[in-house]
């Protein structure tokens, strides 16, 4: 079982009704296996925020309740999260917050444990795909006998490795009764202040608790070293040194420290190996035992047992790489954001960019897009250029973001453009899905994750009753239509919204009757086609070129290319 | 049972979570304890790809490292290259005959490597076969990594039957025979 599966049938074995989420690799998983489980309200929310608020409020009614995101997911949630961390729960409720070490998929390489901390919310995380069953279920036990919303850590490696689980019934466990309760429910100044006081007890008692719960063990070996270390980069220990003693952490925050001591004690060279930041490391060293941590083992990036190995016994691997070309990721074949791209560039536009696949409109050979911040940043971070600099600066400047991006934050950016008078022009690149994390619904797809249809938010009538008076349609197919719409738009004095429709090429239902086809006895070579980067061409050895009918889906764009009607586009 | 090492490496959209599948699944089916590895999200689109499959009596990593594999599955000669490090010395080295240019090659910031099976013969144990071409033969050109698949099985200690079964319980109902097909194609290469 996938980790990700794991966790949610974790979840629907601990009786949880309530499910709330937006989809960020490494946990969309999470929620897309929820979903086969009917006992259990699942949803895609807009975002992380509205997600955790969802899960709050049905922990409140009295229900076992979740949300999942990636961890920058946490940023965007972490406003309800402080808050939540004093208000406790009623119903159980969990956070699944997924870590990137070594940025498979992010923006940054952030740790969830930090926040954890900041927050004074307590941290769990499993090392494998059983223990991610199992702790789920132990998180709900921990949040409602300590009265916390509790937070499970997990890492891309650990959500994304398979393993065997043994599964078991679910809990039936019945709705807690909701009392109206001020001082617990309403943050306000006084009774946050004696809430305070509460967390600061609850963390204090779960740390001495810590010593008895069954996610800390201790695994008693050869003395002579010994390993503090916990979720995956516990499996690295066992794979390199079987026989070391081990303490293996379930709970991370706050840290069972009597238990570290005896431990410590024990060992005579003790090691801390943990992904990301030194958060055991360093309040071991508060504890005053001597350890060795990040001076021998990286911040950066995912560990491995290899890495452990070169460490301890200095031995590297025998074999060597060998230099090859990069294969980074692209935009695929017949995708819209690429046809999108390339009117762009072709008018020298530059392009605040968002979070999602178009953010691969940054690099070669498109190079259109000069920022990618957060999500939906795009849109503010254009306004902020044109508060620096004057109206004129912007026009040659767009921002672009995807329709699930606009819908997650991009939204306020644009009301605060309106707002506050700007020029700029935005295009949402409305592929109808949430592409980059593989293909989830969202507000105006029209279909829960539940499967119901349900009312498609109008992104169109959505701009126009923000007071946008040119919001204009166009395919993102369409060069001439996009040339004449981006021009038009950006020479404005006013925000302005262009929508470039297109479904992602790889959405389900579709069919591509057509198929792009090359007529070298027309082409003069001038390599005019290639130049928006499509992976279905190839240039020839005698300049002209070729195109792989197994990837096209005649989108088209390269016959638009084509000043020489060299490309024609034929039923398949 | 000393613990197994086979890797699958591609081109993100190849396929190589479905042939993973099936390979995880052939383990579970004799019995052993199996670790699949692999990646989702944004290395999906036309980027590098890789996924590990480690099986024996007790496995605790979920990753295959450098110099360890037993087997590695390469859909794609680039791939190959990129990754036959990770093999053990005299390691069996599956590869599909085919060249996808990644972006610097078409940009022309790189040269796409001459000669790499037979470069890399002189290494490891390589058995390659231009699936794609037989693919088409066959009238479906995505169960190119199912024949491939078929090739390695060779070279693993797992009955046809055995296979054939699996594959049944993995694939998609409607895809079954083709599948099958496929498998014995590269079995009997």
Redesign the interface.
């Known amino acids: 079982m996938?980790g990700n599966a794991a966790i949610a049938r974790g979840a629907y074995e601990a009786g949880v009704k309530v499910s709330a989420a937006y989809p960020g690799?490494?946990s969309?998983?999470i929620s897309e296996n929820l979903v086969n489980y009917k006992e259990i309200y699942c949803e895609w929310s807009p975002n992380e925020k509205v997600a955790c608020e969802v899960a709050i409020g049905a922990s409140m009614a009295g229900v076992r309740s979740m949300c999942s995101m990636k961890h920058v997911g946490l940023n965007v949630a972490s406003d309800p999260l402080y808050s939540v961390s004093y208000i406790g729960v009623n119903g159980g409720m969990v956070l699944v917050v997924a870590d990137d070490p070594g940025l498979?998929?992010s923006q940054n390489e952030q740790d969830t444990r930090m926040i954890g901390r900041a927050s004074m919310v307590p941290v769990i995380e499993p090392s494998?795909s059983q223990e991610a069953k199992d702790y789920i279920k132990y998180a709900f036990e921990l949040s409602e006998k300590y009265d916390t919303p509790v937070i499970m850590r997990t890492t891309t490696?650990l959500g994304?490795?398979?393993?065997?689980v043994t599964l078991e019934e679910r809990q039936e466990i019945p709705d807690k009764p909701y009392e109206k309760n001020i001082q617990k429910n309403v943050m306000m100044p006084g009774m946050a202040k004696k809430r305070h006081v509460f967390v600061e007890e609850r963390l204090k008692k779960m740390a001495e608790d810590g010593a008895s719960m069954p996610i800390n063990r201790i695994e008693w070996g050869d003395k002579k070293i010994g390993f503090i270390t916990s979720g995956?980069a516990y499996?690295?220990v066992?794979?390199v040194c079987?026989d070391a003693s081990v303490l293996k952490l379930g709970l991370l925050n706050p840290l069972p420290k009597t238990m570290i001591a005896d431990f410590a004690k024990e060992i005579e060279t003790l090691y801390i190996f943990e992904e990301l930041e030194p958060v055991i490391e360093e309040q071991v060293r508060a504890m005053g035992i001597k350890c060795i941590g990040k001076e021998a083992f990286t911040i950066q990036g995912e560990y491995?047992?290899?890495m452990l190995r070169k460490v301890l016994k200095g031995s590297e691997?025998?074999?060597?790489?060998?230099e090859?070309?990069?294969?980074?990721?692209?935009?695929?074949p017949g995708c819209p954001h690429r046809s999108v791209y390339t009117a762009l560039k072709n008018l020298k536009i530059h392009a605040a960019g968002d979070i999602g696949?178009y953010t691969?409109g940054a690099?070669?050979?498109l190079n259109v897009v000069d920022t990618a911040v957060c999500m939906g940043s795009s849109i503010s971070t254009l306004h902020g250029m044109e508060k620096a600099k004057g109206k004129d600066y912007v026009k040659n400047w767009v921002a672009v973001i995807g329709d699930s991006t606009f819908l997650h934050t991009g939204v306020n950016s644009l009301m605060n453009m309106v707002y506050n008078k700007a020029t700029g022009t935005v295009m949402i690149l409305d592929n109808s899905t949430t592409g980059?994390?593989?293909h989830q619904d969202h507000a105006a797809t029209g279909k829960t994750l539940m499967g119901e249809p349900t009312y498609a938010i109008d992104i169109y009538n959505l701009c126009k009753s923000m007071g946008i008076e040119h919001v204009v349609e166009v395919s993102s197919f369409d060069q001439v239509a996009l040339t004449k719409a981006i021009k038009e738009e950006t020479a404005r004095d006013e925000v302005s919204v262009i929508i470039c429709q297109a479904p992602c090429a790889l959405l389900k239902g579709q069919k591509f009757p057509n198929v792009c086809k090359p007529l070298p006895e027309k082409c003069k070579k001038c390599g005019a086609c290639?130049k928006p980067?499509c992976?279905a061409l190839?240039k020839n050895a005698d300049g002209t070129v070729s195109i792989d009918v197994?990837m096209c889906n005649g989108c088209g764009l390269c016959k638009q290319m084509c000043k020489f009607d060299a490309i024609e586009c034929v039923e398949r | 049972m000393e613990t197994k090492n086979i890797m699958i490496v591609g081109v993100g959209g190849q396929g190589t979570l479905l042939t993973s599948r099936i390979l995880g699944g052939i383990m579970l089916s004799a019995g052993y304890d199996v670790k699949l590895s692999e990646v989702h999200g944004m290395a999906q689109r036309g980027g590098s790809v890789v996924t590990y499959v480690r099986y024996g009596d007790k496995v605790a990593e979920p990753i295959v490292e450098e110099g360890c594999a037993d087997v590695l599955i390469a859909f794609e000669r680039l791939e190959a290259l990129r990754y036959a490090h990770f093999l053990k010395k005299n390691g069996v080295l599956i590869v599909n005959d085919q060249r996808i240019d990644p972006m610097p090659v078409v940009t022309g910031a790189a040269e796409y490597p001459e000669n790499i099976i037979e470069n890399l013969s002189k290494d490891y144990k390589v058995y390659s076969i231009d699936a794609q071409s037989e693919a088409l033969k066959m009238g479906n050109a995505k169960v190119f990594n199912i024949i491939v698949l078929g090739l390695a099985a060779k070279h693993m200690d797992f009955s046809k039957e055995q296979w054939l079964k699996v594959i049944e319980e993995t694939v998609p109902p409607k895809t079954i025979e083709i599948n099958k097909a496929a498998f014995i194609k590269g079995f009997e290469f």
């Open positions: 996938l690799t490494p969309t998983e498979y998929s494998d490696r994304h490795s398979q393993g065997l995956i499996q690295y066992k794979e079987p491995s047992a290899n691997p025998e074999t060597k790489a060998a090859v070309p990069a294969r980074p990721p692209i935009l695929c696949c691969l690099v070669a050979p980059m994390t593989g290639l980067g992976p190839t197994t």
